[in-house]
């Protein structure tokens, strides 16, 4: 299949590498917004985001590593009339919404668009929908963390005052995970970050806990550092959480339990996409159009072994 | 949907119990090699096994409730001849071609069919897929127990001087899981044993640890006990087990663990061989024949749920 990756931060860096790594897979190209001499992609051509429409007929799948909250509601739409693409939103409170939109786009223009791939929404949402469907009334809780959450990092880095910042995410050990409790209360925050000298640190810790919606109403604790500290601690993109379940039949219950722990967040996430866009070419093949989550994707069809393989090693 | 079962043993029932939790499905008749009139089901009609030709035309799909060693080699390939089926084939060496026999006949008669659902394989099938599809190379072991292997515990009861008894498998914890070392050496077992009377303990438990291919080779305690004792604490069927997975991109690792705890090993099974009717149903519609596994159904044709229930509260 040949892929292309559309954006070029952390996440389109991890598509990269995860591409490099499928033998399946031919990175023909990498779209940046920013000045394509300047990208140091050394794997693939980089051109500007803009020439995009000149590329499409040679591209089977388009990973689209934007964010969320700024470049995917508009950027999906626009680019699923054109090219099958793979996505991974995650803002789940507008999931509906935005994968209508897309799923609208995808089918006028005739493509296949997967939208919010990625461990939560993605793996996670798999494992939420298995559990229910096996358990009809089964209970599903998830838990984050350890680990960074990036649009908390750049929040606390954006306050006056801070030079850099990391938030990490923790579960609670303290609390019922089944509790009637908001996801929020199952967590705790731990801000890592390093002072610019502007301003005293009190005033800026304070700005920093009244940030709404990040950190206004979360437990939250805040930790100065020196930069050297967090040169050498904090510049790891880590994150990791588990979904737990467990529902009953007759007299019986049933608890399952689904882990990760990942080194790095947008890696994983790349390479997730990567697989995701195996599945999206082959179904595209098969004459699918509209938008699809992972709920929607045989894991077989994610793999690039055969049916032989599958089965005489992975069943 | 409407299914019917064929077998009511443990998991049988399992997969009776399950139907009538789930709201689309409807029981049409379960269909048993033993007397009908002896059998002591209440939740659907119950028809002598060789009745089932007149009977296929009203079954959507089949819960072939057989065991894997006497009964799906034979049944299987011919039953999906006549009727889509769901079976639990759990022999992981002969998968292969079990798998091959029912495509097959599956193929011929123009019908679907679910080999090997369950939870392992399974779901844990599943998860071995989606971790060497996401990152290529990477490392799966399983640990199976604690809990109630019902194959050994058939074996074991068998043995001249025991009553009754049940073999539990337990994971050790003295061992390396990542070390180049069998399955069988990751586990223990111990069995608990009734004894009719008839023979010394030292003599029954001799015989029973030579038992191949059972205890012969495998790390197993046997502890005689009271009937009494055995009627108060070893009559469930529970079990369970985990999938660990570890594996690498670039310098970052990534690790995944799904484990299961469930009261009841048939009740579960049972619960999920209800779940894959309802795919291969829908996937049946849409023309779909042969042989497949869990690795090819997306977790959403698993579902009962609208995509818009799911896209809501499930993404």
């Known amino acids: ?15 990269a590498l995860a591409a490099a790594a499928a033998k399946d897979a031919e990175l023909i190209g990498i779209f940046t917004r920013r000045d394509p001499a300047a990208v140091g992609a050394l794997r693939a051509p980089v051109y500007a985001a803009d020439s995009l429409p000149r590329h499409v007929d040679k591209i089977d799948v388009l990973l689209l590593c934007g964010g969320s909250a700024r470049d995917l509601p508009a950027l999906s739409p626009r680019l699923a009339k054109d090219v099958n693409l793979v996505e991974s939103f995650d803002t789940h409170a507008k999931f509906f919404d935005h994968f209508s939109a897309v799923d609208n786009a995808a089918k006028a223009g005739g493509h296949l668009a997967l939208v919010g791939g990625g461990w939560d929404p993605g793996l996670f949402s798999c494992v939420r929908v298995l559990s229910d469907a096996i358990l009809p009334g089964s209970r599903t809780r998830v838990l984050f963390g350890p680990g960074v959450s990036q649009g908390h990092s750049n929040a606390a880095a954006g306050v006056r005052g801070v030079a850099t910042a990391r938030a990490y995410t923790l579960p609670r050990e303290d609390t019922d995970v089944w509790a009637d409790l908001p996801t929020e209360a199952l967590h705790r925050r731990v801000v890592y970050a390093v002072l610019d000298g ?9 700005e920093l806990l009244s940030l709404a919606p990040y950190f206004s109403r979360e437990n939250t604790e805040v930790r ?20 737990l379940s467990r529902g009953t039949l007759g007299e019986s219950s049933f ?5 990760l722990t990942l080194d790095s967040n947008p890696l994983f996430t790349g390479a997730v996409l990567v697989a995701c866009a195996r599945a999206i070419d082959r179904m595209a093949r098969r004459g699918i159009v509209g938008a699809c989550t992972m709920a929607d994707l045989a894991p077989a069809d ?3 072994r055969t049916r032989e393989e599958l089965l005489r090693s992975f069943l």
Not at 1 to 15: D, F, K, P, S, T
Not at 255 to 259: I, Q, R, T, V
């Open 255 to 259: 608890e399952s339990s689904f882990s």
């Open 1 to 15: 299949m040949r892929i292309a990756i559309y954006g070029y931060g952390h996440l389109g860096r991890g598509a």
């Open 224 to 243: 100065f550092i020196p930069a050297d500290d967090f040169a050498a601690h904090h510049t790891a993109l880590s994150h990791g959480g588990r979904v």
């Open 198 to 206: 502007s301003r005293e640190a009190e005033e800026t810790k304070d």
């Open 302 to 304: 994610l793999s690039a």
